[in-house]
């Protein structure tokens, strides 16, 4: 009998319900680096699940109004932001931070602080012209050295007193030499040829380098985007306002509003009920049992997807390292009720990383993949035996109500599960420190940008994360250090890239070092009188263009 | 009187230097690593190293607490580990929304408490006695953490009448300030003003026994002077030492009910910084609150040598 779980694939899509889930948004996707132009398509990305409310044709955005937002975690400007978009910084880093380009809808990228933005001809180097008199929101001008300033960051983050880490370092490294050739030019020299540093480019906010000290006190917050960052009481709130010289007003029109006022909540619960009350008019990330109350008034949407929620197998533990083993336990979760009984039906069932506008996207994979008789034939034929229960390792407070599907799912299957809730630090710490023993829970983003970034830049598809799936030089890790090398070589959007996608979507199942059971989505409250709310881009990480929001009085 | 004061305030030196020892050890039994926390998924080790000493985790425990307890004394309660703000920014944030929260939930609990304990003590089986036991009954038989959502959703989702959550400062708009604080109180000074009363009963009751008390009756003077001016007066002492305990139950209550209505308060602070790890806000968060509570029960003290001259003289 083969292994090959693809085969199965065509017969398990009929299983494939209607929309179904998410409850994971709410678990807090630590979104970390992320990073626009003239619009070329100007196509908007329209929310898919959930009831929309976008703005009507016939009506014609108004200037005024106080937009009333909440979140659940205070500020944290200290841990690296504008180069680490923590959930809890997302407002400010959408509506007041920009990068050198962005993608709007697809990985086309367009303009945003650049005028130019070129690459020789085998793309390892790239030449970056700044958008004349484009100025910071306190009135300095953006220079080359700002943009550096980023990199800097991520390369030394102790030399600027940063405490934490960035994942766009990995690109960062890539870059062996930055020139400034006048002062709105620069040059940047890759190690070789690099196919997606666009990628990071557009992840790369740009904030003023010398007023950085301030920005990690959130006494001056420098951005160049619509809205400027005004004041915060730690613990209670921020107040943004509009940026009245933004560089796209012709283009985007907007800002609109007189002031984005955010409220910092101790839960989502609270959250819920000061949306409900109306106290608050948008929420973005809440779980889906609280956003179920609000479907039918449709106040509710979903961003388009980044990624999934996942239990990992340290695949170095013997009791895992067999793949039958691993795709047993792949068949073994029932993803359509994750995502009806636990997501609420906002998004759908599927085993994929890969959004719709992804060219990595495969149809075949938005199936359940939920087969537990075969998965204990698998067991079998892999003689799986259990001295101890295995561990699953999660954030308690993340995910109370999947933790036992998960151990209900497994056992189904014979696989004795012991649950070990931990706090969301201690969590972290575990992450740092991989210290799993055998499972553990977690989300990732950033599957929307090019899929080579996707392996190379998220946590659960690196190669020194590989550990968890296998020596890179043992047959699994072979082939999937063998897909990243070619896909480095050529064009994200070539027919020879595709083929390597599509090699990939056939080793991830049969592989099986994650097990997805959602998708990791963001689902949105938005109230009556919001308008404009909908248009999403690409980078960073699905961000609303709040420059088109507007209220209705 | 000032050997009486001043003999307390220095038992009260003790208190603080041992809870500081207790508040630091306890955190570091917790299990996590600040550094670990903020350096995210992505870090190495040396990162990771280099995050401890940033953070000065890399000392010692006894030498992190000699520097922490000496910057301490000099004023210098150190910086957030978390969002890299100074501490005394954040205490200077968070206490006013508590003390405000502590002081009108306080009032509310004397001012229902005492006079229903009064009254209860005074008329023993009366109808004040059985409105007291009802009204102990459903007060303490809802924990305020239930109290303060079912008032949530009644008064500010249903009616709409109050915020569901924030803080308006009284200096800035004294209206909304007492309708952002109005459902916390409530929520919060009814339960400790059920404990009270009971305690105000029992002790007035008690005193009614007295034969002073029969002596005053028999005067002729009024119930209303006999209560207020013998019975109330010598129940004073069992009253202000469990009002003055009650501070402790107000903080304490106050992390509960400040979470439910998403009040910036201290007890938000605490709990958000033990989470974080972030030791040196937790550590002087709760030297702040140990501090008012060693401070109220020393002004009870001396209450007492005011309420009662054996004790002074003693």
Redesign the interface.
């Given at each position: 009998m083969t292994n090959d779980m693809n085969e199965e694939r065509l017969s398990r899509r009929r299983l494939l319900g209607s929309a179904a889930t998410l409850g994971v948004g709410a678990a807090g996707l630590?979104l970390?680096g992320c990073g626009d132009d003239d619009a070329q398509n100007g196509a908007v990305a329209t929310a898919v699940g959930a009831g929309p409310t976008p703005t009507p044709s016939t009506e014609q955005p108004k200037k005024g109004g106080v937009l009333k937002v909440g979140q659940v975690?205070?500020?944290?400007?200290?841990?690296g932001f504008p180069a680490?978009l923590l959930p809890q910084n997302r407002y400010f880093g959408y509506s007041g931070m920009e990068s050198l380009v962005r993608y709007r809808d697809s990985l086309l990228p367009e303009n945003v602080l650049a005028e130019r933005f070129e690459y020789n001809a085998d793309r390892s180097k790239l030449t970056v012209t700044l958008k004349p008199k484009v100025t910071f929101h306190n009135g300095a001008k953006v220079t080359p050295e700002d943009v550096f300033f980023g990199i800097d960051l991520m390369l030394d983050?102790?030399k600027y007193?940063v405490?934490?880490?960035?994942?766009l370092?990995t690109f960062a490294k890539f870059i062996t030499d930055k020139k400034r050739v006048d002062e709105r030019t620069m040059e940047f020299t890759f190690d070789k040829p690099r196919v997606n540093m666009t990628d990071f480019f557009a992840q790369l906010s740009v904030t003023h380098a010398a007023s950085y000290e301030d920005l990690?006190?959130?006494k001056s917050v420098q951005g160049t985007g619509a809205y400027m960052f005004k004041s915060w009481?730690?613990?209670?709130?921020f107040r943004l306002e509009p940026n009245p010289n933004w560089h796209l007003t012709a283009k985007e029109g907007g800002p609109y509003l007189d002031a984005i006022e955010g409220?910092?909540?101790?839960?989502q619960d609270?959250?819920g009920?000061?949306f409900?009350?109306?106290?608050i008019e948008l929420v973005m990330g809440i779980n889906g049992t609280i956003a179920k109350r609000f479907r039918d008034k449709k106040q509710t949407r979903l961003a388009p997807k980044v990624g999934l929620a996942y239990v990992g197998c340290v695949v170095t533990n013997p009791m895992l390292k067999d793949k039958r083993v691993r795709q047993a336990l792949f068949l073994a979760l029932d993803r359509k009720r994750f995502a009806e009984e636990i997501g609420e039906g906002f998004s759908p069932v599927t085993v994929q990383p890969w959004p719709t506008n992804s060219p990595a996207f495969d149809k075949a994979l938005e199936a359940p993949f939920y087969d537990p008789a075969r998965a204990k034939d698998l067991l079998k034929q892999a003689g799986f035996t259990q001295d101890r229960p295995l561990k699953i390792e999660y954030s308690g407070t993340a995910y109370p109500i999947h933790a036992p599907v998960w151990k209900e799912n497994f056992e189904a299957i014979g696989v004795k599960i012991e649950l070990v809730p931990t706090?969301?630090?201690?969590q972290?710490?575990n992450?740092?420190?991989r210290k799993f023993t055998d499972m553990f829970v977690a989300a990732h983003a950033f599957a929307d940008l090019s899929p080579l970034t996707n392996f190379q830049q998220t946590?659960p598809y690196r190669i020194p994360n590989i550990s968890y799936y296998g020596e890179p030089g043992g047959d699994t890790g072979q082939e999937y250090v063998a897909i990243i090398k070619e896909l480095e070589g050529v064009d994200p959007a070539s027919a020879k890239a595709k083929e390597g996608y599509s090699r990939f979507n056939k080793l991830w199942p049969n592989e099986a070092w994650l097990l997805p059971f959602q998708g990791a989505d963001r689902i949105e409250l938005v109230g009556d009188k919001v308008r404009g709310f909908g248009e999403y881009f690409l980078t960073l990480s699905q961000s609303p263009n709040f420059a088109k929001v507007w209220k209705k009085t | 009187m000032f050997a009486y004061v001043l003999g307390r305030i220095l038992q009260a030196v003790p208190v603080l230097f041992l809870s500081s020892i207790a508040v630091f050890l306890v955190l570091r039994l917790v299990?996590?690593?600040p550094?670990?926390?903020?350096?995210?998924?992505?870090?190495?080790d040396e990162?990771?190293a280099?995050?401890r000493v940033?953070?000065g985790i890399d000392q010692p425990v006894p030498r992190q607490y000699i520097t922490w307890i000496g910057d301490l004394a000099q004023g210098d309660l150190g910086t957030s580990?978390?969002?890299?703000?100074?501490v005394s920014?954040?205490l200077k944030?968070?206490l006013p929304p508590t003390l405000e929260l502590a002081v009108v939930a306080y009032a509310l609990a004397l001012c229902i408490g005492i006079p229903l304990g009064v009254m209860a003590g005074a008329n023993p089986r009366s109808a004040w006695d059985w409105l007291l036991s009802g009204y102990t009954l459903v007060t303490i038989g809802i924990p305020s953490f239930l109290s303060g959502i079912l008032l949530?959703?009644i008064f500010?989702?249903v009616l709409?009448w109050f915020?569901?959550?924030?803080?308006v400062a009284f200096t800035e708009d004294p209206v909304d300030s007492l309708r952002h604080l109005a459902l916390p109180a409530f929520a919060l000074g009814t339960g400790l003003a059920a404990i009270l009363a009971r305690y105000t009963r029992t002790a007035v009751s008690e005193i009614m026994g007295h034969d002073y008390i029969r002596t005053a009756k028999a005067k002729g003077l009024s119930q209303r002077t006999v209560v207020v001016r013998h019975a109330l007066r010598n129940s004073l002492i069992p009253i202000v030492t469990i009002a003055a305990l009650q501070v402790g139950g107000v903080m304490a209550g106050a992390v509960v009910v400040?979470?439910?209505?998403?009040r910036?308060g201290m007890g938000?602070?605490v709990v958000?910084s033990i989470?974080?790890?972030d030791y040196l806000v937790v550590q002087s968060a709760l030297v702040v609150l140990v501090t008012i509570f060693v401070g109220v029960n020393l002004v009870a003290d001396l209450a007492y040598g005011f309420l009662d001259p054996r004790v002074r003289r003693k």
């Open positions: 630590a970390v975690a205070d500020l944290n400007l200290n841990t680490v983050p102790k007193g405490t934490g880490s960035f994942q370092v990690k006190v959130g009481t730690p613990n209670q709130g409220k910092i909540f101790a839960d609270a959250m009920l000061a409900e009350s109306g106290d706090e969301a630090n201690q972290t710490a992450f740092t420190a946590f | 299990p996590g690593d550094a670990e926390s903020l350096a995210g998924e992505d870090a190495t990162r990771v280099e995050i940033q953070l580990f978390r969002n890299g703000l100074p920014r954040l944030a968070s949530l959703w500010s989702v709409g915020p569901t959550s924030g803080r400040e979470q439910v209505f998403t910036p938000r602070l958000e989470q974080n790890r």
